[in-house]
């Protein structure tokens, strides 16, 4: 199965698209045509276009690997608060005390780093 694919806008000053590839392009800050580079000068079918701003490259969609590797370690995260919690537990048992701080830094850094994973999640999700 062909993985699905996204476009993205590249600018025309950072570099140009493949030779002879019939790409869209963006000029005049939003209208659009099409054309190719021939390793010289543009060819543009649309004669409106005199220079375009940006191109549209496609590349691989990759959000739900990205979606599924988040996920995964947001539960890798939680899996480890709660062995380091089963641990401490433990040692309060036998009457040796952890660290009262490295607890709570280990929470506090589970804590953000769980906040961080749901935050791209989302913005993977619903792009601006």
């Not at 590839?21 to 580079?37: C, M, P, W």
């Not at 543009?42 to 490259?57: H, T, V």
């Not at 850094?109 to 993977?124: F, G, N, P, T």
């Amino acid at each position: 199965m062909e993985q699905p694919k996204k476009h993205i806008k590249v600018a025309v000053s950072e570099r140009l698209p493949e030779v002879k590839k019939d790409v869209v392009l963006i000029y005049d800050d939003d209208k659009l045509a099409t054309g190719f580079h021939s390793g010289t000068y543009w060819w543009i079918y649309d004669a409106e276009c005199q220079q375009p701003e940006f191109f549209l490259e496609e590349v691989p969609d990759r959000e739900s690997e990205l979606i599924e590797m988040l996920e995964k370690l947001r539960s890798d995260i939680k899996t480890l608060e709660s062995e380091a919690n089963t641990t401490a537990k433990s040692l309060n048992q036998r009457g040796m005390e952890a660290s009262h701080y490295s607890s709570k830094a280990m929470a506090w850094a589970y804590k953000v780093s769980s906040e961080k994973i749901d935050s791209l999640i989302q913005s993977v999700k619903q792009p601006k």
